[in-house]
């Protein structure tokens, strides 16, 4: 009986030693399970981020093309004022300046620029003071735009470069 005994309590102290090694593998394949699910993760959003980098050069690429074919045209009215101007036909020169002016105030008003407005009171959004003069304006009004500002869609590209009055002159 005591061998009966002996062998009882081998096999419930080996017991726990096999629970615990189930245990531990059953955690260590679950430990690789989620080193698997992290590291495909992980190649996912490489190449994810490779995608959008690609992607967004293409858009560039794409949007610089479609610009520079507009452009196009005014290129070659250039070409003709500077032709015009080697024949010496001042007319046709000052023509051909105007148009291609015209064409290239049109072509980027159509793609959301606009000029600022300089008439008024100075506005420190979208004006840059250059001076402040004495003058019969009023106090803060713009009295010469030096150099043309512009928006493009809402954000200030270039602001307007102004001379500001600083009221009027002392006697």
Same mark, same amino acid.
């Given at each position: 009986?005591? @061998? =009966?005994? %002996?062998?009882? %309590? *081998?096999? %419930?102290?080996a017991a726990p030693e096999e629970g615990a090694a189930d @245990?531990? +593998?059953?955690? =260590? +394949? *679950? &430990? @690789?399970?989620? /080193? @698997? +699910?992290? *590291?495909r993760l992980k190649a996912e959003f490489d190449n994810y981020r490779k995608r959008v980098a690609r992607e967004q050069a293409e858009w560039h690429a794409r949007a610089t093309e479609r610009l520079v074919g507009e452009l196009l045209p005014v290129l070659d009215d /250039? %070409? &003709?004022a500077l032709e015009a101007a080697g024949a010496h036909e001042e007319a046709k020169l000052e023509e051909g300046v105007a148009l291609v002016h015209r064409s290239l105030a049109d072509l980027l008003a159509r793609h959301g620029l606009t000029e600022i407005a300089t008439d008024g009171q100075f506005d420190p959004h979208t004006q840059e003071a250059l001076l402040s003069q004495p003058s019969e304006a009023a106090e803060g009004a713009v009295i010469q735009v030096l150099q043309k500002g512009y928006t493009l869609g809402d954000r200030v590209l270039r602001p307007a470069r102004v001379i500001v009055s600083a009221g009027a002159p002392e006697a």
């Open positions: 009986m005591n @061998d =009966t005994h %002996e062998n009882v %309590e *081998q096999v %419930e102290s @245990d531990l +593998a059953s955690v =260590t +394949a *679950q &430990r @690789d399970e989620y /080193l @698997d +699910a992290l *590291q /250039l %070409e &003709r």
